[in-house]
């Protein structure tokens, strides 16, 4: 190792802004989830029209990251990051002061817009400028604004929502944006690198299409959706099924979802469950396994504790799928990472949008049972189509051997 590497430090600091911004940008995503009843309360609206509120959020999200991810090289990662956090906090704190239900639905949309933004130019960051000795640290505790913003970010949401009103949740993570983007503005110093940018826009779609057909990203990324529109169909409804069903206030709904976080949290045993069982095995057990517990949560009224304890289940069989579709994309091309990743992105934020949506149709039409069964079947259709693919290549080697 030379000497300059070995005088290298952990960029604390830095890391940090990262994690604070994807927290952020992670939280205002599902925060109105369990607030969803407020919104039609105070516009005077349908459950389904309030729905959208989540739903435009992950589509521009969705929208935006594989198409602007060419371009991002344009401007110094420090700058874009700083301004896209910028436009984010501003959008944010016009959330708060909507008079209207469309200028809500609007608002939101330019939410997920800058954070679309934000996300591949925070990753970027990473592989560009943390020291190759601390990368793959540094990238592990960045995504895990994802995890905290589900395990603090919306039972905390919840808490000030019913303590206070849910336009304070949107000022405050406006405010909070605001000095992250100003701390990463005077912080996070780069350098443009226009032949890297000019590189990386030539042919960028064509790669798109090329990684969409490389070995089995194709089945992989229908797994994905399968799974985020089951889990994002049921999670944005679970806060509102909870308080009707179990008679509790908003705050104490956000309690009872925060044992899914735990679930979540278990990710360092459910990797060496992965690791243990290998990934193709895990994902279509976890797949097969979520598809019940779906069903189980539309279907059934459990007691709190069992509740609770199928929360945490569920959380962590969430964690083996998105340990072993992640872990299995990112083995599948290194020349093609960035762009199955962005397809990853892009499924994954789809099926935000697309489960949102639909469910809130179903949840106004028929209620939450038939949205638990609908979840399930769909997730179980991911693992399905998984499972085939996965005996046709046995089978296909089996002939050539």
Known sequence: MSPKHKKEKFPYYITFLLISGIFLVGSDELILSPLLP?????????????????????????????FIAPYIDRIPRGRLMGLSLLG??????????SPTIMFLLVTRFLSGLFAGIYIPSAYAYVGDHVPYQYRGRV???????????LIVGIPLGAFIGEVLHWRWIFILIGIISVAVSFLTFSSVKTKL????????????????????????????????????????????????????????????????????GFGIALSPLTGLIVDRFGKKVSLTSAMFSLCLILVVIGTIKLSLLLLCILFV????????????????????????????????????NLAVACGSFTMGIFYHTFGFHLIGIICGLVTGLGGVIFAISQLRIKIRRGSLA
């Open 38 to 66: 407020e919104l039609v309360h105070d516009f005077k609206t349908t459950f389904s029209l309030a729905s959208l509120s989540v739903s435009l959020y992950g589509l521009s999200i969705g929208l935006v990251v594989p």
């Open 139 to 149: 990238m592990g505790i960045v995504l895990s604004g994802w995890s905290l913003a």
């Open 193 to 260: 690198k226009e032949q890297q940018a000019i590189i990386q826009i030539e042919g960028f779609f064509k790669h798109l299409l090329l990684a969409l057909k490389e070995k089995q990203v194709g089945i992989l990324i229908f797994t994905t959706f399968c799974n985020m529109f089951g889990f994002y169909g049921i999670y944005t409804f679970i806060g509102t099924y909870i308080q009707k069903s179990y008679e509790v206030n908003i705050s104490e709904s956000g309690g009872i979802i925060l044992f899914y």
């Open 313 to 348: 289940i569920w959380g962590a069989l969430q964690s083996i799928v998105l340990t072993s579709i992640s872990s299995l994309l990112t083995d599948q091309s290194s020349e093609l990472r960035g762009r199955i990743m962005s397809l990853y992105s892009l499924a994954t």
């Open 88 to 97: 984010f906090a501003i959008t944010t704190l016009l959330c708060a002061s």
